[in-house]
């Protein structure tokens, strides 16, 4: 239950390297690899000769070549060469529109012609020195959208992350939740508390008291198919909370590609984008190290939940007022599989 | 296969603390958890928000917390609170029937209006300064019934626990079985011969000749639903065997409470109840021991039992003399699951 | 997909010892033992009693006894003893045709009116003392039939196995395929190349020069059901080839025997026989151990082909005129399966 026709992050940059890389995404086999020009192509991962996986072969000069029998392929799925055979006749592989922006490979899983790469958001932080990003990936055994619930309700972190990230003050404290056309917001305002020491950390970085009160807000916001960025920050209480001047606040945003691996699977590319001592290497590598323990704690939970939802496919659950971000995601979600259905429809 | 209007055995008091419990029982996922009076608690393991697995969570002030968003659930599977919630219209989750008793949790997979604590046997050795208890657990990828099979035939402790309790006179002397409503015994005497290494131990530790011939006796007592009190002893030769006088004899009970997990698969309490030296915490530890690596040497056989019957489902077994046990014990628990069938079919 | 009215290899003679050996071949599970006189039997691997796997018991004067409650079984599948049991009316378990030759136990799944042994052929190396032979086994979850395209295309090697044997003639060389009944043969000469380091090992081990150009052959045999014999060799150029006198040549055979455990898993038994040094139990253990790490490269490359195989049942695969050999073996095998169908079709 996903749309095809949408750009879907594959892979960061830095996983393509000189050796191809197999994927599944959205129920394909894929295989990534760059040709001599660093240009990134993604085809089935099947070999038209006697069906090897592609990314078990290597790259020779900018070509995919069969680990098996040695049958090179090009970045648009036709084959280009084999040891003493003629291959015009070789019938060609699929190949899915790719690109590289932003530090991932982006793949369209639909169809190639309604592929645009405009559709593909600039990241705020993006060619911004001001900004530094860091993150990771994480394969878990659940449907994409259970990740969407739990990243626009983020009254959970009061239990899964209660040694890190919770505090009590987030669950006690409303959101409200907005939509705009395809894109749903849900906001938190949590306003004269005590920074978590995530935050004191983040105030005294940017040499700003951290033994004041703060104004702290979280605004998840989801974008279609599948990413969720998360604004939050702190200011000190009473400068006007996320709008107060910048200097007297730090914040950054917390980034979420969702990629469908199979109905009940998924690639989760997360990281952080902050916009406070950007040139920090050591605070980057802590941050991303913080995340990606906190980001595990959810692992689990989401792997027993999808199981237990396998169980019992036709109960209802609640949807409660901090549901209210997730079932409006999944609205977006239905109805774009439902618009390509249409045209699939309309065309057959 | 297997009747659920009746008591199992789902864990020992020990196991549960101050974290709930997952388990599943009669291919029911349970969630064991208890109050603030220290009373047990049986939920099925979903938590009606977002169906997470409740066993996931924590316990606070007798109250099951869910681990995902903290919505709080009472031994009787209401929701009593949530952060920011109004929980009335919350739908309530099965809750089972659950006693600890002797030692042990039990529950009631089936019917609640028909739970009755007086059904739960006391065991033997329960409140007995004489007796002394000890035992652990397996999970056992069989059907509970090939163990009732093996528990009610000891012929194979020759050979399956060649090394340890088996001795040649055991598949020698024949067995005979007996049934008395819906209890079946199966015994097998063993007279003049000499004393396995256990029983002269036991012997020696009850100030008895160890050196002498002895008569051995095994009673396999299967009760329904599925356990199975095994009488052992040895009495010095000539002395009335089983009903010499206790100066005379030492003897206990093997105890095994068999407790289905799937249809193929089960959770296996075993123990031993003993009436010789019970305040020698050391020989209590060397027989649960002893027990310990006995039951492991069952596990491969049974499982691999189990995949031969699921590899040839309609092959006729062979019924022998030794297999009147588990046969007639068979018989009493498929009467049992006719019976719950026609009172379904009644009220349907 | 496999013929069952024909010898496979079901373990090497090494692998029976003194305990029974279970193995599935052709989706039969089996187990094997030898008798008092050293005599192989092969039954099916279920005790009559009570389905436990007989490979989990012991032999004891050359009876094959359950583990589980000490049912002995002959040869023939009929229970010899049981104690204290009448074994006459005991149903006889299934036997299968089964034969030790030439190092190697094979057994007939099918029909056993119909097992010959004279169907089983002699390798050339077997009693003479020119000859050395040394082998080893793998599992690989694969249909068998992959590995037989796998070896009746040796251009494989110029890319799995680029850092030993491959070398860049083998695909600049063309092979030719060639159908003798039931047997098929693909040929490859190369003339006047360079010897690569295993043949100039042999080389010399042979005392011949081992830096001047040579012709090399691979001679691809497969014969029904499964097994490929593959003569390789290298003499110095000019002298004939494959046909030199043996003063100026080196050879020997690769051989490889497939087993289906099921239809997509197979037991392979590979190994080498060569006609140069052969006392020389250093080289005999260099060799086996190249033949390990070099096999060892197809398994993940097999596998992964199966798997996506499995993904893509209808989908079409090329036929080069390399994959010629592989083609005409299916050929012959599809039409062993078809004649052991339209028989048991007349017998019907």
């Known amino acids: 239950m996903f749309p095809k026709n949408t750009w879907y992050v594959a892979a960061t940059s830095e996983e393509l390297t000189d050796k191809p890389l197999g994927r599944k995404i959205c129920n394909e086999p894929m295989v990534f690899f760059r040709n001599e020009n660093e240009q990134v192509a993604a085809l089935e991962d099947f070999c038209p000769h006697r069906g090897a996986p592609l990314s078990l072969g290597r790259i020779c000069a900018g070509k995919l070549v069969c680990g ?9 799925g036709k084959t280009v060469a084999m040891p003493g055979q003629r291959v015009r006749g070789f019938p060609p592989i699929r190949s899915f529109p790719v690109r590289e922006l932003y530090g991932f490979i982006w793949v369209w899983p639909g169809d190639p012609l309604a592929a645009d790469e405009k559709l593909i958001a600039q990241p705020i932080w993006h060619d911004k020195p001001q900004w530094a990003y860091a993150g990771g990936m994480f394969h878990i055994a659940c449907d994409y959208r259970l990740m969407i619930d739990n990243l626009m309700d983020l009254t959970h972190e009061t239990y899964v992350h209660a040694d890190s990230i919770g505090q009590k003050e987030i669950d006690e404290a409303p959101c409200k939740t907005s939509v705009e056309g395809d894109h749903v917001a849900t906001a938190r305002f ?8 995530f935050w004191k950390m983040a105030l005294r970085g940017s040499e700003l008291a951290d033994h004041v009160l703060v104004d702290r807000w979280q605004i998840c916001r989801f974008s279609p198919p599948s990413q969720v960025m998360i604004e939050v920050g702190v200011a000190h209480a009473g400068q006007g909370g996320y709008d107060a001047p910048d200097e007297s606040k730090v914040y950054g945003v917390v980034v979420d590609y969702l990629t469908p691996e199979t109905d009940t699977s998924m690639w989760y590319f997360w990281g952080m984008a902050r916009k406070f001592k950007p040139n920090d290497a050591a605070m980057t590598d802590a941050i991303r190290n913080g995340q990606h323990k906190i980001f595990s704690e959810d692992l689990e939970m989401l792997e027993q939940q999808q199981r237990n939802l396998l169980r019992h496919p036709n109960r209802k659950l609640l949807m409660l007022n901090i549901d209210a971000g997730g079932v409006q995601a999944r609205k977006v979600i239905d109805r774009l599989i439902a618009q390509e259905q249409d045209v699939a429809n309309t065309l057959a």
Chains 1, 2, 3 share one sequence.
């Not at 949590?190 to 020491?197: D, E, F, L, S």
């Open 190 to 197: 949590m306003n004269g508390i005590q920074a978590p020491p």
């Open 68 to 76: 098996y029998h040695g049958l090179e392929m090009g970045c648009d």
